[in-house]
């Protein structure tokens, strides 16, 4: 529950993560990351009372970039990144080359600055794990397979309780987007994911302000009997872009 304290404010954090993928499965990871002021300081605020470091934690420091590259996989380096300020509040864009795809573990949700691993209602700072591997075709397409885990968040907001939650999940992740996408180096062939824009292929996009708007959502996921049920009213949501297949494919000519 020192999570809710801790980012009970106005809009915590908004992430992009944009993976450029080569044909030998080579690339790089552009990752922008953007903290409201309120949010940073109540994550220091939670560090503090968690024992951490208090002040000194700053979750949009070159070092905290240098840190992600261990928790995204081996085969990972930090290239650069900058520091940048927008109407949301302080952020940082950040370029990470990897040598092998399959040894990427992406996760939907940002990582907690100073070690910190909390989790409230289902929903936390740990997000789930993309991983991805990569074939050849005969013809000399490269076909990429993402493999994508159910969020974690559709079943906290289809429990019982999270109706009588929805206060404090609104407060907790109040302006909260996320953006996953894939850019082929090279001609995008076909994609088993309905949501392309040029050769970007978005696996995962989550606005949940415009998610919550919908105040039957929460009914209609409770009353789903089955997983097809749930992802007939998941498909349909404002403000929410996914597929849900454990599986995405995308093929693509790599470039010459």
Do not use: W
């Not at 990897?98 to 070690?115: E, H, N, Y």
């Not at 454990?246 to 790599?254: K, N, W």
Request: net charge negative; proline share 6%.
């Amino acid at each position: 529950m020192l999570l809710a304290a801790a980012l009970a404010s106005s809009a915590c954090f908004q992430m992009t993560t944009v993976l450029k993928v080569s044909g030998d499965g080579s690339g790089t990871i552009d990752h922008r990351m953007v903290y409201t002021t309120a949010a940073m300081a109540q994550l220091r605020q939670f560090a503090a009372l968690g024992g951490g470091r208090g002040p000194s934690v700053d979750p949009l420091s070159e070092q905290q970039a240098r840190d992600l590259v261990s928790s995204i996989g081996p085969g990972v380096s930090y290239v650069t990144s900058t520091p940048f300020s927008s109407p949301v509040g302080q952020g940082r864009e950040a370029t990470y080359a990897f040598t092998d795809v399959s040894q990427l573990r992406m996760s939907t949700q940002p990582a907690a600055p100073g070690g910190l691993s909390v989790r409230a209602q289902g929903l936390g700072t740990n997000g789930e794990t993309i991983t991805f591997s990569i074939t050849h075709e005969t013809g000399g397409n490269a076909l990429l397979h993402i493999t994508v885990p159910e969020p974690n968040f559709l079943d906290a907001l289809g429990s019982p309780a999270a109706k009588g939650q929805l206060g404090m999940i609104k407060s907790l992740l109040a302006g909260a987007r996320m953006l996953l996408a894939v850019e082929p180096a090279g001609t995008l062939v076909r994609t088993s994911s309905p949501y392309i824009d040029g050769a970007r292929v978005t696996l995962l996009e989550v606005d949940l302000d415009e998610v919550l708007k919908d105040e039957t959502l929460i009914p209609r996921l409770q009353a789903a009997t089955t997983p097809d049920e749930a992802k007939a009213v998941i498909t349909g949501a404002a403000g929410l872009k996914i597929n849900l297949d454990r599986d995405i494919t995308i093929e693509f000519t790599p470039a010459r």
